[in-house]
């Protein structure tokens, strides 16, 4: 396997000034990037990634803000607890960490897993959330009990990993080690061009996923979708401004479930962009954050 970089190494290497930092904070170790002048931004990746993702994004974006990338509870260099995997814990690590940092109120951006926490940080939290944006993916639904294993011959393939994640010991048996061939099989489904996502950048994600403990954490994402589900029921109306952008796979999924979740809510689809937006368009990401996090 190719030798990573370390997080302090990587950061180094993005324009911005960036910092690779560590917060206890909620009872979890939380490592984040920092850099940049202005408002904060927080940016929450999703699985199988890290604060990685947005690295194409982040020396742009850190021209007009604070840029705050977190890797998530159980995500890369940050501490991989037994539990707290529910989205509105996750969602006050982050408050935590933004109090930390002595911000009362933050812009959040979150991708795939990210977007979730940030959805729950904009629905627990308003009073702390200035502006949000969901990536791709929005907050679990009643609706996700409906996700089929065996699709139609007319349906895109199924979400076969929200079933695997589920299990208990077998992906870490499976996995540990050979994370590359995970990385490499969801990141080439879920593109419109793999080669957005380059050998290096694989090889960090794969070397953050390849270990029982890194493997069993990430799977804690998705054993906890069913207590997400029930904290949705209480959640109203999101308050805050709230854009979402969506590439061309989810853009009608999500334009049909948003209004009902966030009637105000702002929706842009990226043309020519699958799941994995700020690597796939990333001048495009940067556009519509600055536009919509400056208002």
Known sequence: MTSVPTD?????????????????VNGVDLHYVIGGQGDPLVLLPGWPQTWWAYHKVMPSLAQQFQVIAVDLRGMGSSGKPESGYEKKTMADDILALARFLGHERVNIAGH????????????????AARRVVLLDVIHPEEGWYQFTVLPRPEQPAPMWWFAFNQLVGLPEQLLAGR???LIDAMLDSSMIDPAHITDFDREIYAHAYNTPEAIRASNGWYRALS???????AYGPLTPPILTLTGVLTHEWIRNVLPHKAPDAELVKIPGAGHHLAEESPEIVVRHLTKFFAE
């Open 8 to 24: 302090a190494e990587l950061a180094r290497s993005l324009d911005g000034d960036f910092e690779s930092r560590h917060a206890e």
């Open 112 to 127: 795939d897993i990210g977007s979730l926490v940030a959805y729950s940080f904009a629905a627990n939290h308003p009073e």
């Open 179 to 181: 994370a590359r061939y």
């Open 227 to 233: 207590n997400d589900i029930e904290d949705e029921k």
